[in-house]
């Protein structure tokens, strides 16, 4: 592909679809407001873990890949807003003054002529009511399209050429350019019929996402009740039925997840969802009540939780594919709780650094002390480190007394063999309903 791009925000979504399109001979012109990423990406540091990233920045930053805080002043092909629209934790509305921030840049430092491409997740209406305006305050006319990033982590480069990239417009010409744009990057392209229509496909993939993997949990807590392995009853409703299939109880986090239904919420215009919110507080919740299940065993089998030593396996949000991304942790909203129990909470992750454990509230240790200096263990993630423990030998001489494997990975066996008290999300082997 034979052109000058340019990607405003150096997140994950701007860092990997630059990789990406570096990989296929577009000359990308990266542009962040935080002087600090654009020092560390311009040596070739990478501020975010993505398989195959580092490798492409290595090799190319300074001869196809450029970093800096603007735009360059030189002819782009297109120009790709990429910047971060979080949700305010107060009013769980979006915030989208990066978004017009990035809009101002690019209607400053390019021309009429370029393709501006919307890639950040924004409620529906948006491209349209907040980026045009200022293309067109500046130029008088827009080519403009949307064209929603859909990766999963830990598979975005993979991803980024397998999966159809969808892409709206405002207008034929727009379409046209943005398809061209995207079909030399992926294998596939699904042009939709407006800006809109563009937006709404991220935003429903992510919504349905969390609906389905709330009715997980949902089976989890009500199994729970009855003192019955959600599992089991998951694998055999699945068994051989020919109805969709029912999802494993798990977290639900990361940076999409835990704020799209809320966007999505956000462009209801007047209508108040059924399912959108009640999923994504149930998901919510997990953690909270997981939290409080992990300090009623410990207390039933203490006498208290002051001072007991937990350690906690998986700080990031998800374990696989593998990633060291803290949006919508887990472990966010258990630490409150840890806390005012007492407890002495350590922390391991196989890609999160000791730096952040720590700011996170917890003590980091090696894989062998969380288990050997370990009054409780609990299992957040299911990072292949974790499916590759041989818990025995880990317990061997261990003073552990309780293990809660929220993903279900461990050797329950080994771990009651040695007199080991074993749960996880919804289940507790003896039976006992929770009241």
Known sequence: ?????????????????????????????????????????????????????????????GTTVFIDTELPSIWLDAAIICVSTPID????????????????????????????VVRSTVPIGATRSVVLPALLARWG????????ERTIQGQALRELVDLPQVVGGLDEESLHLATEVFGGLAERVSP?????????????????????????????????????????VIQAANAGYPRPDLIKPGYV?????????????????????????????????LPVHVAERMVELIRTEFGTAEKVRLSVLGWAYKGWPPTDDMRGTPIAPMMPIFRAAGLSVRGHDPLVS??????????????????????????????????????????????????????????????????VRYAGIGYQPSGVPVR
């Open 1 to 61: 592909m034979s052109m000058k791009i340019g990607v405003v925000g150096m997140g994950y979504v701007g860092l990997t679809l630059t990789a990406a399109l570096a990989r296929k001979g577009v000359v990308v012109h990266g542009a962040d407001a935080n002087p600090a990423v654009v020092e560390s990406l311009s040596s070739g540091r990478l501020h975010v873990y993505e398989p195959g990233v580092a490798e492409v920045f290595e090799e190319c930053v």
């Open 89 to 116: 934790e107060t009013t769980l509305r979006p915030d989208l003054r990066s978004l017009a921030a990035a809009a101002e840049h690019v209607a400053e430092r390019c021309h009429p002529e370029t393709l501006v």
């Open 141 to 148: 006319r827009a080519r403009l399209a949307m064209a929603p």
């Open 192 to 232: 939709v019929s407006s800006l809109e229509a563009a937006e709404m496909v991220k935003l429903a993939n992510n919504c349905h996402t969390d609906v389905i993997y709330s009715y997980g949990n949902e089976m989890a807590l009500i199994a729970e009740r009855h003192g019955l392995d959600p599992l089991e």
């Open 253 to 285: 986090g990361g940076g999409c997840l835990s704020k799209d239904p809320y966007i999505m919420l956000a462009s209801t215009s007047g209508h108040t969802p059924y399912l959108i919110g009640a999923a994504r507080r149930l998901n919510e919740h």
């Open 354 to 419: 000791p730096q952040v454990i720590r700011e996170y509230g917890g003590h980091p240790v090696s894989l062998d002390k969380a288990f050997s200096e370990s009054d409780a263990l609990l299992v957040i993630n299911d990072h292949p480190d974790y499916r590759a423990i041989e818990v025995g030998h880990l317990l061997e001489g261990a003073e552990l007394r309780i293990v809660f494997d929220s993903w279900r990975i461990l050797d329950e066996a080994a771990i009651t063999g040695r007199g």
